[in-house]
């Protein structure tokens, strides 16, 4: 057995702990698709001037086939830190006793294999816009998992090392993963799931004890300094100007500053399928493309006998059969009927997509990096590296220092429709082909439009939830487009605003005492820190603000015909006690680093039962705004 860094894995034993793995192998992707052609792998190899021998741990260009069969690259000295009995137990059918085994550590560490091992290219598109600059080549033909290799599909899901070592497509990057990074891939992802929003999950959590890796980040009190409102630099604008100003600055953000050196880790992420948005993409890309060079010849807007269409309608059938076997695959492939096929596959994903933004709207959620190639098409929060759960309300928020306002919070909805759109152009191409007679254009105007209802009605349905009213009733909306400008006004903590307007219900279950619910609200009865939903006093005119819409709130409650006791279930159910803020992640992977895992521990726990009370230990330390410090902080309030 094989466990040196960069060695060649080995297949298990016979008589191994994971032998019922083994046996129940159905790598599907390898099985159903294709590899890149020979032709194309001399070419690839010949342009890099890579021996015949390479072991595809080397950047080249991938010209065509959906995987690259190439082994992890193992860590040295794995130790498992971390696991989802959930995941191993429910999801993989894994014993306990397997998950302890040397071999299963060895295993999700990178250092053994079990079968076909493999990684896969896909193109990138933002915003709807496709580019290849990205692409060391300027083609596109580099881009794909750089550093996530899938290890082996069983009981129905796949599993992905991600940090398992360089692949063709790692563009210069050392294929690797930090413990700080794999922690928060690691909890958010099971965060995710306990909030009830479809995600990948996590198995495992390993971290080298010997494998040392150089990042940028930031130095200890990397802060962003704040003025007061009445700082003196200030004093020459007028009031409502200096607040613009001081709002402006508190979304500033800032790149990392120096190298630290960190623990190597890799996390197991599992999914039904891994298939992405820019899986498509690409093979539509080169569809199209090698129609468009026979056009002249063929007189046909598509040529479905060119191989890259074969490798496009491979692909769709693929994902019809991973994530809509029974809706899109099983009635439609015995007759080969790709036109319907395809038509349900992207419905189904446009409900799925629009369902999964909505829900980090509803908990406070921010992707970071919401391009097409991190969007899965069956709509399941993936790619966890610059998010963050929001604290303070801003619409624009985001953690990543290279969001830009297209990937701030509340643009979401907008990012995730777009990347549909970019689903609907490349899946449009065989939808069109097979009807013969209509323009790609016309098949994506079609599905836009009723995916552009699917969206609008899953945000709105969002943001009556939250508020205590069912799905359809749109009273609610007007509510919402008065309480957003409020609330950001009043610097509002967005988790603790919405906890604890639930307990308003609780607390004045027949009341007009609407000061009194604000003052709840603010927890002035309350000592401890951060126990209140405004991370400033409000002033006169914001409190009077504040009472109109929460009196409107109670009267539009009570005439919708929702008892106070319905109102107040329905948000405790849509609006969680505890996320994942990063402030807590910083003290569970500091802790960590040092060999202290107490707090990793107890966030894991924590997040399993985010719409709980907890204990009192928990409300008081978890529950609660962020402090000052963390919304100033780097690697804390933003980070690269």
């Not at 992802?189 to 990042?215: F, N, P, Q, W, Y």
């Not at 449009?428 to 009723?450: F, H, N, Q, T, Y």
């Not at 709840?520 to 005119?541: N, T, V």
């Amino acid at each position: 057995m094989s466990t040196g860094k960069g060695a060649a894995s080995t297949v298990v034993a016979e008589g191994a702990s994971l032998d019922t793995v083994r046996a129940n192998l159905d790598n599907s992707w390898v099985r159903q698709l294709s590899p890149e052609s020979p032709e194309n792998l001399l070419k690839s190899r010949k342009q890099e001037g890579l021996p015949e021998d390479d072991d595809n741990r080397t950047k080249r260009p991938v010209f065509n086939g959906h995987f690259v069969q190439v082994k992890p690259t193992g860590l040295n000295e794995p130790r498992l830190v971390l696991h989802s009995k959930e995941v191993a137990q429910d999801l993989l059918g894994l014993t306990q006793e397997q998950v302890e085994s040397e071999e299963f550590v060895n295993w999700v560490s990178g250092n053994i294999v079990v079968g076909e091992t493999w990684a896969t290219p896909y193109a990138l598109s933002i915003m709807g816009t496709r580019y290849t600059n990205n692409c060391p080549y300027g083609t596109g033909d580099g881009y794909g998992d750089g550093r996530a290799i899938s290890i082996g599909e069983f009981n129905g899901q796949e599993l992905q090392l991600k940090g398992g070592g360089t692949t063709p497509f790692h563009r210069g990057a050392d294929g690797r993963a930090v413990l700080r990074s794999s922690i928060r891939e690691f909890l958010a992802s099971e965060a995710m799931h306990h909030l009830g929003i479809s995600t990948t999950r996590a198995l495992s959590l390993i971290v080298s004890e010997k494998d040392k890796i150089s990042r940028p980040w930031y130095s200890e009190g990397t802060q962003l300094q704040m003025p007061k409102l009445d700082d003196p630099r200030l004093a020459s604008y007028p009031l409502e100007k200096r607040k613009q100003i001081l709002e402006q600055l508190r979304t500033q953000k800032a790149d990392p500053n120096i190298l630290i050196t960190e623990k190597a880790a890799i996390t197991c992420r599992v999914s039904p399928s891994f298939t992405r948005i820019g899986h498509l993409d690409l093979f539509a890309r080169r569809a199209e493309r090698a129609s468009m060079e026979k056009a002249a010849k063929t007189n046909k807007r598509f040529d479905k006998s060119t191989n890259e269409w074969k490798e496009l309608e491979d692909l769709v059938w693929h994902a019809c059969y991973r994530e809509f076997r029974a809706e899109a695959y099983d009635p439609f492939y015995e007759t080969k009927d790709i036109e319907k096929a395809a038509t349900v596959l992207l419905n189904e994903s446009a409900k799925r997509i629009a369902a999964m933004v909505a829900g980090w709207v509803r908990v406070g959620f921010a992707q970071g990096n919401f391009n097409a190639d991190n969007c899965l098409i069956a709509g399941r929060t993936m790619d966890y590296g610059p998010f963050g759960w929001m604290e303070e309300y801003n619409p624009l928020f985001a953690k990543w220092t290279g969001s830009g306002n297209h990937f701030g919070f509340m643009n979401q909805p907008s990012a995730g429709f777009a990347n549909y759109d970019v689903l609907a152009e490349s899946v449009g191409l065989v939808i069109s082909a097979a009807r013969g007679d209509e323009s790609p254009d016309a098949v994506r105007e079609e599905l836009m439009g009723k995916a552009q209802q699917i969206f609008t009605d899953e945000v709105d349905a969002t943001f009556r939830a939250k508020m205590g009213f069912e799905r359809d009733q749109d009273v609610a909306d007007d509510l919402w487009q008065g309480l957003e400008p409020l609330i950001r006004k009043s610097r509002t903590d967005w988790t603790v605003f919405f906890r604890r307007l639930t307990y308003v219900l609780r607390e004045f279950p027949a009341s007009d005492e609407y000061s009194a619910m604000l003052s709840y609200l603010e927890a002035k009865e309350e000592e401890r820190s951060g126990a209140g939903a405004f991370y400033q006093p409000l002033s006169d005119e914001l409190r009077e603000e504040w009472t109109i819409w929460i009196e409107q709130w109670r009267t539009a409650l009570e005439a919708s015909g929702n008892s106070s006791s319905d109102a107040f279930e329905g948000m405790m159910g849509s609006n969680p006690k505890y996320v994942l803020r990063e402030w807590m992640l910083v003290d569970a992977y500091d802790s960590a680093a040092k060999g202290q895992e107490a707090e990793l521990f107890n966030l894991f726990d924590l997040i399993k039962r985010p719409y709980d009370e907890g204990s009192e230990f928990e409300n008081n330390k978890y529950f609660r705004r962020a402090p000052d410090e963390a919304l100033t902080t780097g690697g804390t309030a933003f980070m690269s």
